[in-house]
């Protein structure tokens, strides 16, 4: 298992729900969540297999989710 973890633009439900069913559709995303209170709404995504912090965030970029790797 990995824990990646990103600063991000994610800050309404709106956009928790677009993640929520764009993640569900990646068996390799076991567990993942966005704490809205910290400045930088830091996302934070378990994963098994091989995706790496660039396939995240060029998966979140293509809904228009900014997305940058903080480990």
């Not at 990646?4 to 929520?20: C, E, G, P, Q």
């Not at 965030?57 to 228009?64: R, W, Y």
């Amino acid at each position: 298992m990995n824990i990646l973890v990103f600063k991000t633009d994610i800050d309404n439900t709106h956009k928790l729900a677009s993640i929520n069913n764009f993640f569900a559709q990646i068996p390799e995303i076991n567990h993942w969540s966005v704490d809205m209170e910290d400045i930088d709404n830091v996302l934070r995504v378990e994963t098994s297999g091989d995706i790496l912090e660039s396939n995240i965030i060029d998966l979140l970029n293509k809904i228009d989710v900014y997305c940058q790797d903080l480990a």
